[in-house]
């Protein structure tokens, strides 16, 4: 079984802000597979699935990004998934609108929702599937992660989540992370 979580703060008022990122991609995801997330369970929606013969989890935290570790530790103990079952999609500032990246492991890069899991699972070494947001030119982080994506933002991060779709897809179906990596960075 694998478990993929977008990271996102809950709420219509933030739906479709920079930071939900990792939410609006599990939910392309999500249609994408024919999997509805309606569970609340362990501070998450979660909805399950059977994608190639193996099993799928998306998750959306419901803590609130600087507390998304919640979630992931409370699921990943309940479930006993194994770090190498776990795969958190991020937005990242220090990337162009739209482009994707795969990590095995790194430090939280400043990210609070990457540094909530850090700080639960006890390790750094976990997948993650980066989409960047940009970093703000001239307003203050906190606006420009909470503000929606506007005119040409808006096709380059969906262009973002297709590839990462995909990404995830070929996660599903048995990929290797490394392959993933040559493929999709």
Known sequence: MKMIVGLGNPGSQYA??????????VDALAARLGITLRKHEFDAMTGTGVIDGEKVMLVKPLTFMN????????LKAFYQFDLDEIMIVQDD??????????RQRGS????????????VLGTQDFFRLKIGIQHPQKQK???????????????????????????LVDWIGGTDF???MNRYN
């Open 141 to 167: 982080v906190v606006d420009w992660v909470l503000t929606p994506f506007k005119g040409d933002q808006v096709i380059e991060v969906q262009n973002g989540m297709a590839k990462a779709g995909d990404a």
């Open 93 to 102: 500032m220090d990337m162009t609108i739209g482009r994707v990246r795969l």
């Open 178 to 180: 490394a392959s993933l």
């Open 108 to 119: 939280a890069g400043g990210h609070n929702g990457i540094k909530s899991i850090i700080n």
């Open 67 to 74: 507390d998304s570790g919640r979630a992931v530790g409370q």
């Open 16 to 25: 479709r802000t920079k930071h939900n990122v990792g939410y609006m991609t």
